[in-house]
């Protein structure tokens, strides 16, 4: 197991650090990690995190008053960019997302790494 693909298991949830029964803190490892890196870069706002304002997704392209004007190629293409945000994807293989009101966006994704595996996951943000 590669100890450098290892990180604390944040609860897709709750969005709160997850802990097991005995109360230890849950790591997570290998492509699982970057599933949940993925997952948290598209559930954050570019600019929002105060240490580096280009990660996130550039939601602001794509919601609120913009979205009378939205081209259908635009969706895409912002999830595109945050999920590559993420240097161990090198391809994606299937993208889908779709506004669902004013205010939430569902996206599902399926993406080969580095290592050749494929990670897939639903986001809703």
């Not at 005995?22 to 993925?38: A, K, P, Y």
């Not at 993420?86 to 599902?108: C, G, M, P, Y």
């Given at each position: 197991m590669d100890n450098r693909n ?87 293989d299937h993208l889908s997302a ?28």
């Amino acid at each position: 197991m590669d100890n450098r693909n290892m990180t604390l298991n944040i609860n897709s949830e709750t969005r709160d650090l997850s802990f097991d029964e005995e109360g230890i803190l849950e790591l997570i490892f290998e492509d699982i990690t970057t599933t949940q890196c993925v997952r948290l870069t598209l559930q954050t706002w570019k600019g929002e995190f105060f240490l580096d304002e280009s990660h996130g997704t550039d939601y602001d392209r794509i919601m609120g008053r913009h979205r009378r004007e939205l081209d259908n190629d635009l969706l895409p293409e912002v999830f595109r960019e945050a999920i590559f945000q993420e240097t161990d994807v090198v391809q994606i293989d299937h993208l889908s997302a779709e506004l669902n009101d004013k205010r939430h966006v569902t996206a599902n994704f399926s993406a080969r790494l580095l290592s050749g595996r494929v990670i897939s996951s639903e986001v809703n943000a």
